[in-house]
């Protein structure tokens, strides 16, 4: 027996954002919102923004609304009754999950940041939805199950970070994601090199959070600004690639590109390159990953090669931003090694932004970690989580010990 259609079934495929208030999730919005005949929102989720998603609703009308924290989802609720609108609003971790999974829509964005996003983004993958990837971390720290997911459900993973859908965009139409592309010799990930590219070690001492999110060319959340301030950003990316297109990370070469106009490029055996450029606008992968293979319009300002007049290249400062070799370290150790790094990653960059550690002591708890918590398999969820929670946990004794003696010292 078919089941009716309500009215606002018959339009658009349905959308699922996992974190739509967001840099990404508001992105992603913007986008959809062009194309109202081929997309309706059918959930969004949150971790607490009351203000943002209450207005998100009133617009788009989802049927479902999930926050994660409870009292968020109180106030939601009443503040949505009120309005007349009838999103009907739940809360909790299990019901993100099976948010994520919703029969009513086809298509997940993860836009959640860090950690947080692993058993979301894995039921997604189980549902065997399409899923536009902007969550990056749950795919350092359990890229294997991912794919694998992915692989056994036939799920279809999209890229949303822009350096990765650009890699995608140059590879062979029949990749299939975590297996090697044919005739792939290198990946060249390019990277903006930060806010802090040309100032000196003795001066990132004393760099403020204020400092790390004012990024050159991107405006992102916090968390992703302060990773793209370390370069650690570029080396979840690193272990992100490896991951997606099956590759040794030491086939991934990361180059400073200052104007963000290449995304990537991708070298093959012959000796070609291949490059995706653009302007720097989110915009533009998520309508690339939306729709793909077709192409739709992404709102994104067409680029004056004229304007930007030249592309400069130049390799990293390894010395500089530690963090980058510690990730290419991890990718290299396999297992929950990048997990470990990921989580000491999360927790000490929370610590940098609550002032209570330097920026430069960032790389330095993370590789004190690494030092304490060692890897072990990756095979399952639990493998995964367990050695995630060690790490966060080190970390966090590491740091309260240094801070504790900060402030006895200072007494
Ligand atoms: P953000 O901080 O702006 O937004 C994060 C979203 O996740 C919010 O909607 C928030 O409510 C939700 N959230 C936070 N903690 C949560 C939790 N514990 N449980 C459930 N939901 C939670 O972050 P962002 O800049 O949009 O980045 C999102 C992800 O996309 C990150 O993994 C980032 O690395 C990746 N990414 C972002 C950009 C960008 O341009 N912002 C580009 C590439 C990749
Ligand atoms: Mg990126």
């Known amino acids: 027996m078919s089941t009716p259609r309500s009215d606002r079934e018959v339009a658009g495929q349905g959308v699922v954002i996992l974190g739509s208030t967001g840099s990404i999730g508001v992105t992603a919005l913007d986008v959809i919102a062009r194309h109202p005949a081929r997309f309706r929102i059918a959930v969004l989720t949150a971790n607490k923004q009351v203000d943002v998603i209450f207005e998100q609703c009133r617009r788009f009308r989802p049927r479902l609304a999930v926050m994660l924290d409870a009292s968020a989802a109180a106030t939601l609720a009443g503040r949505l009754r009120a309005a007349g609108v009838d999103t009907e609003v739940r809360t909790g971790i299990e019901e993100l999950e099976a948010a994520a999974a919703h029969q009513d829509a086809p298509i997940v964005i993860t836009a959640i940041v860090g950690a947080a996003g692993l058993r979301p983004t894995l039921a997604a993958v189980r549902a065997g939805k399409r899923v536009l990837l902007a969550n ?11 794919i694998e997911a992915a692989r056994a459900a036939g799920a279809l993973l999209l890229p949303l970070d822009s350096e990765h859908n650009a890699i995608f965009q140059c590879l062979p139409a ?13 990946i060249l990930l390019t990277c903006s ?3 802090f ?3 000196p070690a003795e001066r990132l001492t004393h760099v403020t959070p204020e400092q790390a999110c004012a990024h050159p060319r991107w405006v992102m959340g916090r968390k992703i600004s302060v990773d793209s301030a370390t370069l650690m950003n570029k080396g979840l990316e690193l272990i992100e690639a490896c991951r997606l297109f099956g590759v040794a990370p030491g086939q991934i070469e990361v180059v400073i590109h200052p104007q963000s106009v290449i995304h990537s490029m991708v070298e093959y055996a012959d000796g070609s390159v291949l490059a995706q450029l653009g302007n720097p606008d989110m915009r533009i992968p998520i309508a690339h990953a939306l729709c793909w293979p077709e192409r739709i319009e992404s709102g994104a300002r067409p680029i004056d090669l004229l304007e930007t007049a030249r592309l400069d290249f130049a390799a990293p400062d390894l010395e500089r931003f530690p963090c980058l070799r510690l990730a290419r370290e991890a990718a290299a150790a396999g297992g929950t090694v990048p997990a470990i790094l990921n989580a000491a990653n999360e927790v000490a960059v929370a610590a940098f932004l609550e002032r209570r550690i330097a920026f430069t002591d960032i790389p330095r708890f993370i590789a004190r970690t690494l030092d304490e918590v060692a890897g072990g398999p990756d095979q399952t969820l639990e493998q995964v989580l367990a050695d995630d929670a060690r790490a966060r946990q080190v970390t966090g004794e590491l740091i309260a010990a240094v801070t504790a003696r900060k402030q006895h010292g200072a007494l």
Request: aromatic share 4%; glycine share 20%.
């Open 193 to 195: 090199g930060g806010p």
């Open 197 to 199: 590219r040309r100032t």
């Open 136 to 146: 990056k971390e749950p795919l350092v720290m359990g890229g294997r199950l991912l």
């Open 174 to 186: 029949d990749f299939t994601a975590g297996e090697a592309p044919r005739g792939l010799r290198r």
